[in-house]
């Protein structure tokens, strides 16, 4: 057992350390525009790996975590625009006293928005999580859109309807991968601790782990704010991804929301290493698919640009996955090295016999 946990370990540094040489090498060969998508991707894949820690591995369905990762967003954009260029975005209202003066580098900026999204997601997860099932859904997405209101109408500190534009362009492929690095290493270290037990039991069945002494609401309410937080993380990645941010519902609202629920799902719901892969090819289809929207041509017939194409071509392709992996990709299983070794052994079984 020791040897498989050793052996286990050395691959896993040994396969960080390929994906750094590699992201290394795309951030020298790749343009401004692919080196974007890699971030983007990485993104994802911590909002999806956060959604999933919640609705996969605890078995909450919570429908909320847009509105985390506006608080994020919101948080880390407010501490690292300077303070001049405060009073040049704020047009309506002068910007709040509470925020005029303040400034902070990107990393600090980061971990404040997560703690934020984290805090928020206490006070809300006090009452919600006391629901369960359509009810908790239906709630948790209330609070979400009840934030985006927020930031809507708090002139003063969000600068409203027109949003906070010229934000630092920090996010870059290091950023967002190391994020994502630590994101799977403390949720995946979750999992396999006592509590990630106690979690796996309320999925199973929360009665029963009530019944055997596990407190089902203080579980839950922690995982919901670990969960929070690392929206809230990959909220201030995405704000300096995007460099400008507003709290319209297409930036923010729902749709955020059931974007990251598609990869969730597609990948595998409570699988780690799914939520990944989904988040990867959920990123990489949005762009491909985006010539879907422009003027095309089919079968020498030329089609003119029809917004929203990508995503019903997006939405027709999902439902197919769904139909082919009725629970995703990965299921509810991970990628792990035995697995990896065990496929391998099999395909030389195989090519000996031949």
Do not use: C
Not at 252 to 278: D, E, W
Not at 312 to 324: A, D, E, G, Q, R
């Amino acid at each position: 057992m020791k040897s498989k946990t050793k052996r286990d370990l050395t691959l896993t540094v040994l396969f960080v350390i390929f994906v750094a040489i590699l992201l290394a090498i795309a951030n020298v060969r790749f343009d401004s525009y692919q080196r974007q998508i890699l971030s983007l991707m990485a993104i994802y894949g911590i909002m999806a790996v956060s959604l999933n820690l919640v609705n996969g591995i605890t078995g909450v369905f919570s429908l909320g975590h847009a509105g985390f990762i506006l608080l994020g967003a919101y948080t880390s954009a407010l501490l690292t625009i300077p303070p001049d260029q405060k009073q040049m975005i704020f047009i309506i209202a002068p910007p709040s006293p509470l925020i005029a003066n303040l400034h902070t580098d990107f990393f600090t900026a980061t971990i404040i928005g997560g703690l934020v999204a984290a805090f928020g997601a206490f006070i809300i997860g006090f009452p919600v999580l006391r629901l369960s099932g359509d009810y908790l859904a239906i709630a948790s997405l209330g609070f979400s859109e009840v934030l985006r209101i927020f930031a809507l109408n708090l002139q003063s500190i969000t600068n409203g309807s027109l949003g906070l534009k010229g934000l630092p362009n920090y996010t870059n492929i290091w950023w967002s991968w190391g994020w994502l690095l630590v994101t799977v290493l403390f949720i995946v270290s979750l999992v396999k601790s006592s509590y990630g037990r106690a979690l796996l039991a309320i999925r199973d069945n929360s009665i029963a782990a009530e019944a055997m002494g596990i407190n089902v609401f203080k579980h839950t309410l922690l995982s919901f704010v670990i969960s929070a937080f690392f929206a809230g993380v990959s909220g201030a990645l995405y704000a300096h991804w995007l460099t400008t941010i507003d709290p319209r519902i297409t930036t923010f609202g729902p749709i955020l929301t059931y974007y990251v629920l598609i990869m969730v799902v597609l990948g595998g719901l409570g699988s780690i290493s799914g939520s990944i892969v989904g988040a990867i090819i959920f990123a990489f289809l949005m762009e491909w698919l985006r010539a879907f929207e422009q003027p095309f041509t089919l079968f020498g017939k030329e089609f003119p640009a029809i917004q929203g194409m990508r995503m019903l071509v997006l939405s027709v392709l999902f439902v197919i996955t769904m139909i082919v992996w009725k629970r995703g990709i990965f299921g509810r299983g991970e990628l792990t090295w035995e697995g990896i070794i065990r496929f391998f052994k099999r395909i030389s079984s195989r090519g000996g016999k031949q």
